[in-house]
């Protein structure tokens, strides 16, 4: 047997094993912290949501077929923690005021300036990619939730202050 053969079948032999080595899943039907359980988020939100920002930013994301198969599973199981620990749109409700309002300026920022959603995805999911008309949508919300914020609160509840 040539060396290239031993070689090839060497690699299919490990990645056979790495089958058996998953990360754990991203599904939780636990929503009790959700955005929406404190601010308002109309259908038409929610539907953009769903399509360009939950899969990496929720405790529940749909996996295509490819998920199942090493090494992409650790790959997307990367994306999606790091993801989720950005910006939680299922653990909204514990974060901090500040917080809460820090990571609301940060969607309108990056989703006008066309960072979200990551490049990455939307590459292999185009039904991700934002319209301009959506883009809008997202960032209109986002900015009548730190309004919402800002009328409920004290600005300086709002605003860390310095030491």
Known sequence: MSILK???LALVVVLVVLQAFRPEKNMSDDHSKNIATIYPVSKEVNAIL?????????NNSKY????????LAWWINDHIVDGKKHFNLDDFANYKLRKQYHKMEEVIEQVKEGEMPLESYSLIHAEAKLTEEERVVITNWAQSVLDSMKATYPIDSLIKKKN
């Open 6 to 8: 031993k070689i090839g």
């Open 64 to 71: 295509p077929w490819y998920a199942s198969v090493q090494p």
């Open 50 to 58: 769903v399509k360009a920002c939950n899969d990496c930013h929720s």
